[in-house]
């Protein structure tokens, strides 16, 4: 009998080529500050921003087995967002 972690030793090992050809990131954020000259509220900020990220990724020389000559997997993640402080 076999046991189970020694079926996948005896497996011949491959490491696929996983690298980002492209990257990016953007941002952005305006504030502003509101002095009102009252004794009971100081000062008032306002911060409207926003942050976009894409990720795009290559994942290549994959085991001859799969049978598939690559996989592209991408991502962009948008965030809008306003603090009142």
Same mark, same amino acid.
């Given at each position: 009998m076999v046991a189970a972690g020694e079926i996948f030793r005896q497996q011949p090992v491959? +490491?696929?080529?996983?690298?980002?050809p492209d990257?990016?990131?953007?941002?952005a954020s305006l504030v502003h500050t509101f002095l009102p000259g009252n004794? +009971?509220?100081n000062e008032s900020i306002l911060n409207l921003y926003f942050q976009e990220i894409d990720r795009n990724v290559r994942i290549d020389q994959l085991p001859s087995p799969m049978g598939i000559a690559g996989i592209f997997p991408s991502?962009?993640?948008?965030t809008w967002g306003l603090a009142v402080v």
């Open positions: 491959s +490491v696929a080529d996983v690298t980002y990257n990016s990131r953007r941002m004794p +009971v509220r991502a962009n993640h948008q």
